[in-house]
């Protein structure tokens, strides 16, 4: 059964970090281009971070970058995203998500992944 189950959200303070992990079970892990999405209440899904299927390429919304770090963890099926000097704006549920398509890379930051997580909860309030 193909899954991907997010966790690692929390309550933080500004300024604080977190690192999401998410678990892909069932899925070839080094097959997938692996792409990180937040949708913050109220507002609409947003593009947060891509990385190639053997992690040597990433790239970032302007929002996270510099902040934010994704990499994986293809033999044990794992990806992570570490947060850091995080931000009241940066709450939102984040969602990991998976794509196949030989321009999966290229296009991730459309949205256009084929499976998604149910999201993780991350609340920077202090």
């Known amino acids: 059964q193909l899954q991907l189950v997010e966790s690692g959200g929390g309550l933080v303070q500004p300024g604080g970090s977190l690192r999401l992990s998410c678990v892909a079970s069932g899925f070839t892990l080094p097959n997938y281009v692996i792409g990180w999405f937040r949708q913050a209440p109220g507002k609409e899904r947003e593009w947060v971070s891509c990385?190639?299927?053997?992690?040597?390429?990433?790239k970032y919304a302007g929002s996270v970058e510099g902040r934010f770090t994704t990499s994986r963890d293809n033999a044990n099926n794992t990806v992570y995203l570490q947060m850091n000097s995080l931000k009241p704006e940066d709450t939102a549920v984040y969602y990991c998500t998976l794509d196949q398509k030989v321009t999966a890379y290229s296009t991730c930051h459309r949205g256009l992944m084929d499976y998604w997580g149910k999201g993780t909860l991350v609340t920077v309030s202090s």
């Open positions: 990385i190639t299927r053997g992690g040597s390429f990433t």
